[in-house]
């Protein structure tokens, strides 16, 4: 008799929990289906200012129109994109954080560094929106014309040439550091937190050059100049600028305007942030602007981004243990 009651009570404990799990499994599903509820927080890894920046803000404001939620853009600086990205990766997987990413923090910096995340496990990419123009860039009135220039005032002047990036281990320090090795030149890296730090310092006299993201305006004005571009193909906005490889350097550069969440973030977000940035993608206002940023517009779904990353992500492992940077 005992025994039977030990039991009914057994069953009624496993029902009641059953009941609970099946419950809380229709609230979740009621919840994603009004999702978004409330304000996104859209984390940026960089200062504000910069040409990627704008382009992420330039987005929101069409994203706001596509989602009916406000989109709040939060600047979270340094140590080569890779604070704000793990800022990210450290929220709640609810869809109410996303960030940007263009390739570094992903599949370049924590091959190289400590950080506390990793680029796989804990991140889920959502899509990509456009593309970047990286270059090497110097003052408007700087006596280099050309990048030949600078690497020649290099080699006549050993540890001379300083240059600023967004910080140590970044993809545009790494990348000049590989030319120098294969220039057999000696330069001098001064990091910095951001582009606008870099830019800052580059027109002040405090450095020679600088290599990363660059201000079209400043381009433009005459205020700096481009040496060449930190790109695997030819820009259609700077058509007359050398590519990596027009000057004999066979290096990879891949950099994109990416979107990124927590990793346990549901599909069902994932799917209508997706299709929601594809949608902001083809308003006027959104194309205008890229066009103004000089900026190319880029669509990769996040299933062919997460595909792109993790290719990358082996390939920089190889590369690295090739270059004796990591064991």
Not at 81 to 92: P, R
Not at 133 to 162: C, E, H, M, W
């Amino acid at each position: 008799m005992k025994s039977c009651f030990i039991r009914s009570k057994g069953f009624f404990f496993l029902a009641v929990v059953i009941v609970l799990f099946c419950w809380g499994m229709g609230y979740a599903q009621e919840d994603i289906s009004k999702y978004p509820s409330k304000p996104i927080t859209y984390i940026v890894p960089i200062p504000p200012g910069t040409g990627t920046d704008l382009s992420v803000r330039l987005m929101a404001r069409e994203l706001e129109k596509q989602l009916g939620q406000t989109i709040v853009v939060v600047n979270k600086p340094g140590a080569a994109l890779t604070i704000g990205t793990a800022a990210v990766a450290s929220a709640k997987p609810d869809g109410y954080t996303i960030g940007f990413s263009g390739g570094p923090p992903l599949f370049f910096t924590p091959l190289l560094e400590k950080v506390p995340y990793h680029p796989l496990k804990d991140l889920r990419m959502v899509t990509q929106f456009g593309g970047f123009n990286f270059g090497v860039i110097v003052k408007g009135d700087s006596p280099f014309k050309s990048f030949k220039d600078l690497i020649d005032y290099a080699r006549q002047n050993p540890k001379k040439l300083t240059y600023g990036t967004t910080g140590t281990n970044s993809m545009p320090h790494i990348t000049m550091e590989r030319i120098a090795k294969q220039e057999n030149v000696q330069i001098t890296h001064i990091p910095f937190k951001g582009t606008p730090e870099s830019q800052t310092a580059l027109l002040g006299g405090h450095i020679l050059a600088a290599s990363g993201d660059f201000g079209s305006s400043l381009v433009e004005s005459g205020e700096t100049r481009v040496l060449m571009l930190l790109k695997e193909e030819k820009s259609a906005e700077y058509p007359q600028i050398p590519i990596l490889k027009d000057l004999g350097y066979n290096l990879p550069y891949p950099m994109f305007i990416g979107v990124i969440t927590p990793k346990a973030v549901p599909d069902a977000i994932v799917a209508k942030l997706d299709k929601a940035f594809a949608q902001a993608m083809k308003e006027p206002a959104f194309i205008n602007g890229m066009k103004e940023l000089r900026l190319p517009i880029l669509y990769r779904s996040g299933k062919e981004l997460d595909a792109y990353v993790a290719r990358n992500y082996e390939y920089y492992s190889k590369l690295f243990k090739e270059l004796g940077l990591i064991k």
